[in-house]
């Protein structure tokens, strides 16, 4: 049997696992790249998935990241079962028409942006709406804990992953001819005691485990200390008389805020005047799904709910669905609270808020999840002073809060006791959807504790499973990470400027204002060559 792995590996985007045995062909999660340019390119890299090869889809969870690649596929031509949850299903079919309309606006942004500036053809959708129709059409539902048989040789179940509303754990046994080979896959675990959603469930154990390591460097905030930091930062823009913009992934985060910020209106501790605006269609119809899906709340939610609250409806609250509403919030004085995705900062309303609100001194940006490598949140994480939004350069004077407590990821203690009860001797622990420096700590820490050595795939990467064994690994680094000819880049930098310097006489010689303009775009050079520069 072999494994290959298409993506979240070394990354936390991207989820794509490729199952081959002697008999089927089976894909575990299909999710989008997301991050900079050169991340997000993997989403149109051809010849890598042959869509008719496979017999079966499972997916752990909604998020798009596990997810959004699937109409691609069903584009290409699959046109076979996709298994999911009940409510994972429930979700995929809002949540791929949504990316869906996404990539058409971008695409069609983008036709403008050529014209415009004389380009070649410019880059089509990833898929349309129409194919993420077709794509939900596909969509099997499976109940928790009820093993299932998609094709003979071949057993399933799915756990409760406590990581967002129907995400699941997968455990599959697969029977080649008298070996038998089990394989876990974690999708996203769950932090214990979160707000909504029940806490992870144990799933049965495996050869093979394959495990997220978002956090597998780090232990989250006490989820208390995370409400009062919540509070700080509504209350300094609120002085301010500025706003509080929450980039949150429309599923499980936006209502988890929600959930917060009702508490915090319970206790008094929300100004009474502020508005709070949902500002993301996408979580408006989520917070439906989420109220058809109560039997999966933990008991705390459920209690809330059976006193009668509801805990997605606030004083002051608005859900925004028109994109006029949508930009009045940023035309409107006065402080007030905008929950927008996406969570990233890569697509969405969001971006439009950052651009009005990330220069101005008094605004709060609070990050309440992770953020990927090359993501503009990351960036501001980080320390950026300034950002690229639209083209148009942005200084942050916005203060930046992030806020770890709320995330729907277990911490690096949480992975640990859930790993624990899982593990025999022979075990193999694979380690994926983290970074690399998180893989490594985690890895050390697994070892330390339990005596076990973890596999850290890289991209493209392929794993022949023999038995309980990692028989041989095959690399394709070439494929992975095309080799970057800098001195060749260099070198015609140099070549350009050498170019430039002999035509400064002639420069001269042209009529002021064309001199003028000129000098401008040089300038213009200069800046960008600055900021290159201070990057490397």
Known sequence: ??????????????????LKSDTRTLLVDCGLHQGNKAIEQRNREEGILSPSALDGIFITHAHIDHSGLLPKLVASGYEKPIFCTA?????????LIDSAHIQEMEAKNASKKYARRG????????????????????LTPVAYQEP???FAGIRAIYTNAGHILGSGSLHLCIQEGKQSTSLLFSGDV????SLIVQDPDTPETADYIFLESTYGDRDHKNE??????????IDYSYRQGEKVLIPAFAVERTQEILCCLHMLAKANALPKDMPIFVDSPLAIRASAVFSRHRDLFDAQTRALLGNGEDIFALPNLFYTERTEESQAINERKGPAIVIAASGMCTAGRIKHHLRHQLWRTGASIVFVGYQAQGTIGRKLIDGAQVITLFGEDIQVAAKIFTINGFSGHAGQSQ?????????RPTTQVVLVHGEAKAQRILSQKIFDQFGLSCAVPDYLEEMDLCGQTIAETVMHADAAYPTIAWDALANDVERQWAIFRERL????????????ELEDRLATIQYHLNRLITRV
């Open 505 to 516: 006489r002639d420069i001269e010689h042209k009529p002021w204002v064309d001199q003028k």
């Open 119 to 138: 380009w070649g053809l410019p880059p089509k959708p990833l898929y349309t709406q129409e194919d993420a129709e077709k794509t939900c059409s596909l």
């Open 415 to 423: 992975l640990l006791a859930w790993l624990a009860p899982l593990l």
């Open 1 to 18: 049997m072999k494994i290959q792995f298409l993506g979240a590996a070394k990354t936390v985007t991207g989820s794509c696992f490729l």
């Open 224 to 233: 208390e200390r995370s409400v009062h930091e919540l509070k700080e930062a």
């Open 148 to 150: 299932f048989e998609p």
């Open 190 to 193: 769950g932090r214990p005691n």
């Open 87 to 95: 409510a994972t299903k429930e979700l995929l079919e809002i949540m």
